[in-house]
């Protein structure tokens, strides 16, 4: 085998080794940080360390291409043949699970230009979100506590809870991983892709119906829409609050499944 051969050979399996120590690891910190006992989000040490091991993260480590360039020629990232090519507008997000299990979940979200995944909640969860690649705007709120909540008549929702904004900003890659809390850090939110891009989430504990953890979706309305006097002690500022309706799964929501192309897992 040529000196040139060798040495080609030698960088692929580095890249390889350095792909699969890196979604390694990750994984191995998750089963660290989140138990089935743990009745609580994990110490912030511990995030600490877990959000750092997901900042070193890129597309290559999972498997995925630069697609915010294959995008634009209607490709994607898993490779979809030219005879299947689509309008990317058209297209649907893209759902990759690389791991699920009872006390966490690991997967990727990869979105056309201009999708959305609307406001929706993570009762009782802990999320850290990592961008890819690709430019993302992400909208949060947190619960105003105690619950302030108003019964609405003569319109489409019964009632409106208020809710501050925790997040309004573009995300794009590289950037630092994003948390949220149970109870702060924008625990609902809503994504919007400006390019084509790319999510790794870890959610922790799963979304499970059964243990009281379903996904609600919301529709947020200005601070004023509802608003009387009373409701305005404490808001110093409406543009931070809104006031959020539950709202059915919308049926335009679709997601298809991709297939985990990244290094194997040993769990």
């Known amino acids: 085998m040529c000196f040139h051969k060798r040495l080609f050979n030698a960088m692929t399996n580095n890249n390889k080794k350095s792909s699969s120590s890196a979604i390694q690891s990750l994984y191995d910190l998750c089963t660290e940080a989140f138990t089935h006992s743990a009745a609580s989000p994990p110490s912030l040490a511990l995030l600490h360390k877990l959000s750092s091991s997901l900042d070193t993260i890129g597309p290559g480590d999972v498997g995925l291409s630069d697609a915010s360039k294959e995008d634009d020629r209607g490709h994607g990232p898993f490779g979809i043949f030219s005879y299947n090519r689509v309008d990317r507008w058209a ?75 925790a997040v309004d900003k573009v995300l794009t890659a590289p950037c630092s991983t994003s948390i949220l809390y149970p109870r702060s850090g924008g625990n609902l939110h809503c994504f919007t892709a400006l390019t084509p891009c790319a999510v790794l989430d870890i959610l922790a504990p799963p979304y499970d119906e059964y243990a009281g953890r379903r996904c609600s979706y919301y529709r947020d309305y200005s601070c004023s829409s509802f608003s009387t006097e009373d409701d305005q002690s404490g808001i110093e500022k409406e543009e931070e609050y809104a006031w959020l309706a539950e709202i059915d799964t919308p049926d335009d929501l679709y997601m298809r499944p991709g297939t985990y192309n990244g290094p194997h897992i040993r769990k």
Not at 103 to 118: R, Y
Not at 141 to 158: A, C, F, L, M, N
């Open 91 to 165: 297209q649907p997000l893209t759902y990759v699970d690389i791991h699920e299990g009872k006390n966490f979940t690991m997967c990727i979200f990869c979105f056309p230009t201009s999708s959305v995944i609307p406001l929706h909640d993570h009762p009782g969860m802990t999320v850290l979100s990592k961008v890819l690649y690709g430019s993302l705007h992400v909208k949060a709120y947190d619960w105003i506590e105690p619950p302030r909540v108003r019964k609405i008549q003569g319109t489409e929702h019964s009632t409106v809870r208020l809710a501050k904004l």
